[in-house]
């Protein structure tokens, strides 16, 4: 269906799909626009699941699975616990479903949902719900169903303009994103039934949040950065993994990669990026994880996904200074000054360590600290003239 809508695009430029897998998609539209636009609007879906008419659904559903069935010209989905595909033919080892089998099912799922409320026993006559696995691709299906007939209710003579506004249309879900469409307010009524509730959720044309995703138009130009709701809350969110639990250190720190990655990839400017990469190293450093390994892994995603840092035109060491929280104290240190704490030429050895993480870019006055947590203070005040210089690049 996904490859029938994309080739129904590519030829005549109306977008049947709407529906999207995860904000790089929208991304790609806004980078297919060169991040120009006027107005952005986001609406949700008040009641989405526990509304959905059992009704439609086999209707919408059904005439969709024989659409398939009918387009790939075969008798049978020949299914087993890893693969699934059309045939006319039987195969040893796979479940055969006829398309009469599929609708069936689905009907049999609709008519057989059952809710125990204490003693009492009832049947779900509206609305799906959440917990079915799935109940995702139902919803999904079921919207796309009205959005491609919509479309395909457009005329290309005198309605281009309306097709090319909604072909920027993106919905995860229960959630959609219109860019520069005027006519979307107005023609709700004509795109889903009566049973769901569509809602505005953006305030202003210009801003709007959409799953991970806060966009803002400046001077006709969209820029991105990073969007999580938990920012909001007045508690504190636990997650990422400790090291002190039993996630593998080498997995833990592939974690903190993969949210670089993925703050690179939406942030317009390095500014929002860094303010990402700070707040989550400084959660990271709370939970246990080495500050050099830290800068490690950061320099290992630097080189691999250049191609995603080399919009903001910052090097490996400015990012590093400028993206990177401060510990309290830097443990690899205090592994090192441990060392050389009895050796004979512990004032060289001493010396010599710290100079070359001052020239690395760690902050001298938490290297200091450091210091006096394995060194005792008095010897460590006698390195005063080695504390008082000023690095390139770090106050």
């Known amino acids: ?53 059992h009704n439609l659904i086999k209707e919408k559903l059904n005439n969709l699975i024989e659409w398939a069935f009918h387009r790939e010209d075969s008798l049978y989905l020949a299914c087993n616990v890893r693969n699934a595909f059309f045939t006319s033919k039987e195969h040893k080892n796979y479940t055969l479903w006829s398309c ?172 929002d990026f860094n303010t990402r990469n700070k707040l989550l190293t400084a959660k990271l450093l709370n939970q246990g994880y080495r500050y050099h390994k830290l800068r490690k892994a950061f320099s290992k995603f630097y080189r691999r996904h250049s191609d995603l840092v080399s919009k903001f035109n910052v090097g490996l060491k400015t990012l590093l200074q400028q993206g990177l929280s401060e510990p309290e104290f830097y443990g690899d240190l205090v592994y090192k000054f441990r060392k050389i704490h009895a050796c004979n030429d512990f004032s060289t050895q001493f010396r010599k360590i710290v100079h070359r993480y001052i020239k690395i870019g760690y902050n001298i006055n938490v290297i200091k600290q450091t210091a006096c947590m394995v060194v005792n203070p008095i010897t460590v005040g006698n390195f005063a003239s080695l504390f008082n210089c000023t690095p390139v690049g770090r106050t």
Not at 126 to 139: D, E, F, K, R, S
Not at 209 to 231: N, Q, T
Not at 238 to 247: A, I, K, R, S, T
């Open 1 to 53: 269906m996904i490859k029938y809508c994309d080739k129904v695009f590519e030829r005549s430029g109306r977008n049947l799909f709407w529906s999207i897998k995860n904000s790089n998609e929208v991304l790609n539209k806004l980078k297919s626009r060169r991040f120009r636009a006027s107005s952005l609007s986001t609406y949700d879906f008040s009641t989405l699941y526990t509304t959905l008419p």
């Open 100 to 271: 009469q089998k599929v609708c069936d099912a689905l009907t049999f799922l609709l008519d057989n949902i059952y809710i125990r409320f204490g003693t009492k026993l009832f049947r779900q006559i509206v609305g799906i719900p959440m917990g079915t696995n799935c109940a995702p691709l139902v919803a999904d299906l079921f919207l796309y169903c009205y959005e491609r007939d919509f479309m395909l209710s457009l005329s290309i003579d005198n309605q281009s303009e309306i097709i090319e506004a909604f072909s920027a249309t993106s919905r995860y879900l229960d959630d959609l994103l219109n860019i520069d469409n005027t006519y979307f307010d107005s023609l709700i009524s004509q795109i889903y039934p009566t049973e769901l509730q569509l809602n505005k959720a953006n305030s202003s044309d210009t801003e709007a949040p959409f799953l991970d995703l806060h966009l803002s138009i400046v001077d006709g130009f969209v820029s991105c950065k990073i969007y999580d709701k938990r920012d909001d809350f007045d508690f504190e969110i636990v997650n990422f993994p400790f090291l002190d639990g039993d996630v593998p250190r080498a997995t833990s720190y592939g974690v903190y990669i993969s949210q670089l990655i993925r703050f690179a990839r939406v942030s317009s400017h390095v500014s």
